[in-house]
């Protein structure tokens, strides 16, 4: 089956540390993106990477860090600067390819800093 | 400017019709889109709409799209307690189709 997996679904941290959140697709999508969900708010965009080894900050980057080394992976580090990390956080892909542009979402990870 | 609203919450009894509204401010979006989103979980596609359609109907969704207002809706028919969930719309905005802009959401909940 193919898809998008984020883990761990549940993910609570010590105020001051660094925590990093897996996202893995098996799609061959060329684009991947993350997302921040606050209550009321909707989805925020933090940073999103449309090749390997490249990627660009989206609306609200600072104190989060990502990398794409491979294609299939995309993972998003919440560090200590980051003010506010307690949310439901979302990966999403796409293939640039695609007749209606549509993004494919994962199941979330809901991060807690304790 | 990149901005699309949603009223936050929707009541209505099963059977009923529900219509879930949006409007959004990027003229020159070419898709528009609606996802749905279970408790605790990501978001699923549910129907898209290109930017030169009025109408498009898919099993129990309507999708109605009004350029000239830039405004958006979703109409459930027959609603059930299963389609209880927060449901989004979402542009592709002039900047290009490397992103997406999403709305606030609303949250629909179907009583029985």
């Known amino acids: 089956d193919g898809g998008i997996t984020q883990s761990p679904k549940y993910l609570f941290r010590k105020e001051g540390q660094n925590v990093t959140l897996s996202c893995e697709q098996n799609?061959?999508?060329?684009?991947m993106y993350w997302y921040r969900q606050d209550p009321g708010q909707g989805l925020r965009l933090i940073y999103y990477?449309?090749?390997?080894?490249?990627?660009q900050k989206g609306d609200i980057a600072e104190g989060y860090s990502v990398s794409r080394e491979k294609k299939e992976s995309f993972p998003l580090t919440v560090t200590s600067a980051q003010k506010n990390p307690t949310a439901f956080y979302l990966c999403?892909?796409?293939?640039?390819?695609?007749?209606?542009?549509?993004?494919?979402f994962g199941p979330g990870t809901r991060l807690t800093v304790l | 400017g990149e901005d699309v609203e949603q009223s936050l919450f929707l009541s209505v009894r099963e059977g009923d019709s529900s219509v879930i509204n949006c409007t959004y401010t990027?003229?020159?979006?070419?898709?528009l889109y609606w996802y749905k989103q279970e408790p605790g979980a990501g978001l699923q596609l549910l129907t898209y709409?290109?930017?030169?359609?009025d109408m498009k109907q898919d099993q129990r969704l309507t999708v109605l799209l009004n350029k000239k207002d830039k405004h958006l809706s979703l109409r459930i028919a027959d609603t059930q307690t299963g389609d209880s969930a927060i449901y989004f719309c979402a542009e592709t905005p002039n900047t290009g189709f490397q992103k997406l802009v999403f709305g606030t959401g609303t949250r629909l909940l179907v009583s029985p």
């Open positions: 990027d003229s020159s979006s070419t898709y």
């Open positions: 999403a892909s796409r293939l640039d390819r695609s007749r209606y542009n549509e993004q494919f």
């Open positions: 990477s449309q090749i390997v080894n490249d990627f």
């Open positions: 709409i290109f930017s030169n359609m």
């Open positions: 799609l061959n999508h060329d684009a």
